[in-house]
DNA sequence: CCGGTTCTTTAAACCGGTTTCATTATACAA
DNA sequence: TTGTATAATGAAACCGGTTTAAAGAACCGG
């Protein structure tokens, strides 16, 4: 029933030459001449021969493999820079393979058994730094790893885009703090979790220098940290916004969670801006739909990029290892204005 | 400088037994002595042995890897469907390689080249119908192969997962219609395009069958198609918005679409629902943070689904064929009430 | 006409596993 | 004690390519 696939054994039969000289004909060896190479090719057209993959990859030792390694496919932000990443990619002869990260445990199999030479020629990781002990399994793997909004300072060995999310927290605050906010509040992930996601610490980390250069005291009942999303991010704003001294602003560390925010005003029936503005971070589509105030990064960019140097390295490995900072940008919408 | 790797002939020669045996002791086989085993394993453990994966692959025929072929990758559906697939996966021994089609080319490409033995062992289609001539393609591929939000009649040896988007339409047109509506535009992508999407044609369809059966006269100026899109949608939908007599109700055959209808409406003046009823089509996330009416498809689970028929024909290739209709469930919510 | 190149080609080794087949050791029944 | 079934193992073939080493053919100048 399964047809027998033709192997380059039976073009060499039929073509009266050796398997070597087929093999050579096939991939364009300057070892052959013109006419047997001819020859060959005829009969390979006629029997739509394709050369098996798998005995390629074992015989040369390539896999033609490239491997993306992302948290949680389910936030936005992630996506946008997949797309970046698929989208670099799809010209390429390189094909990718996505694994997706839901717990701590599959994240330390993966920085094991990915970046291997046997399973992939190279790594991209999004989102997710290393952390101290995975430092070495990077740092020696066998195939060139890019990582993506992710950073270590350990691994210079290694491609790494990231944006400033210190310097990005700080801009967010101190443009809350132009506007005439002294009470401004922050909802983010947790500072410590399992993922070492440190994006949302670090723009943490931002808006506290902001408020301390503004001589702004900084309030814990304004700070509040929980699983990334929608729900939590609006259980947060609503405990915040009915404080006795509610803040006048709230700052989320991504749009996903200032989409809770804006629930949780909405909810309360707080006008935004009048009574309280909001911003997000990341830009993704929804942002721009509700009109919200957020920080911009370029995500879609951040994997292109990712790529570009990840087969920049595979061409020439001797590539120099590149630290890049991307920029980013406030875009001010409808959701930000004076305090009350 | 790269260190070479450890084969199992390395493994064998410390553990005083031959490869053959390590490979049984490896692969759980009960051919081996369990003393032998641990003494293997120990060893195995030891040096950090991983068998090459393209070896295994060579040496059994199984590549361990599946593909599946979706369009944009861009469009809300298509990645939560995405999500449902690599979610389901996650467990499993196999690797999942993705290829995103951005034009017609690429997509014959795929068909032709992606479902072959020595690539994957297995193959899901997402959201692309095939065409005629391409029917044979699939139905004579080395690999089983599941369609999602796919389907051709043709193909009764494929598994089929698909939603019944002309009864879909349908209800959603005449749910307008028992609210009181009469002029009900339809904004939707092109019913012939290069990618044989399928969904947008029939959603029409079944609007206009409930046209139809209510005894309305189907006016081609509520009707709109072009690019998916907000973009699109949003200047079709200012257009039919302010014909001398507008629709009362516009159903778009999708979120996306929805929320550029959401966009003309505002930029308008028009209330929803006060003034303006509109309906979408998928109930992605965006569509409970606006408050949009939707018609739900169950998109995460078709993923979930296909993975698990797949699977199930990897172990028994005897499976018969499954045609699934997912049912799909109207969600009301604040974009829609009686006509003006 | 001979030795030395250059150009082609073949045969065989190799990549690193799995699997078949033959062999040996052990257990058990007659 | 012998014969036979059973368990465990090793040797070798195999998967389907690529690549190296060796060899043959053609051509050159001297």
Redesign the interface.
Same mark, same amino acid.
């Given at each position: 029933m399964?047809k027998k696939?033709i192997t380059i054994r039976d073009i060499a039969k039929i073509a009266g030459v050796s398997p070597g000289t087929v093999s050579r004909a096939i991939n364009n060896s300057p070892l052959v001449n013109p006419e047997t190479r001819q020859k060959v090719m005829q009969v390979v057209k006629a029997l739509n021969y394709?050369p098996?993959?798998?005995?390629q990859?074992?015989a040369t030792g390539k896999?033609l493999?490239l491997a993306v390694i992302v948290p949680f496919?389910?936030a936005p932000s992630v996506?946008e820079r997949?797309?970046g990443v698929?989208?670099t990619l799809?010209r390429s002869r390189y094909?990718?393979?996505?694994?997706?990260i839901?717990d701590p445990e599959?994240r330390a199999d993966c920085f094991r058994?990915i970046p *291997?030479?046997?399973?992939v020629d190279g790594v991209l990781v999004i989102s997710i730094s290393p952390t101290d002990e995975e430092v070495p399994l990077l740092a020696e793997a066998?195939v060139p790893i890019v990582l993506i909004d992710a950073h270590h300072p350990a691994l210079t060995t290694l491609h790494q885009i990231t944006v400033d999310d210190v310097a990005g927290g700080r801009a967010v605050t101190e443009y809350l703090i132009g506007l005439g906010h002294t009470r401004i509040g922050f909802i983010g992930d947790p500072a410590n979790n399992p993922f070492n996601f440190t994006s949302s610490r670090d723009r943490a980390r931002g808006y506290r220098q902001a408020l301390e250069a503004a001589g702004i005291l900084y309030r814990p009942e304004y700070y509040a940290e929980g699983p990334h999303g *929608?729900r939590y991010a609006r259980e947060s704003a609503i405990k915040m916004l009915t404080l006795p001294e509610r803040p006048t602003a709230i700052f989320a560390a991504s749009d996903v969670q200032a989409?809770g925010v804006l629930?949780a005003a909405r909810e309360l029936g707080l006008r935004v801006p009048q009574d309280l503005s909001v911003v997000g971070y990341d830009d993704v589509?929804?942002a721009e739909?509700?009109g919200l105030t957020t920080m911009r990064q370029r995500l879609f960019e951040s994997g292109r990029r990712g790529v570009e140097l990840l087969l920049k390295t595979l061409e020439d490995p001797e590539t120099e290892p590149v630290y890049e900072v991307l920029p980013t940008e406030l875009v001010i919408r409808d959701t930000t204005g004076p305090p009350p």
């Open positions: 399964v696939a394709v098996n993959r798998m005995a990859r074992l896999t493999n496919f389910t996506t997949l797309k698929v989208s799809a094909d990718l393979i996505i694994h997706n839901e599959q058994t *291997r030479q046997d399973r066998g *929608r989409v629930e589509e929804i739909i509700l």
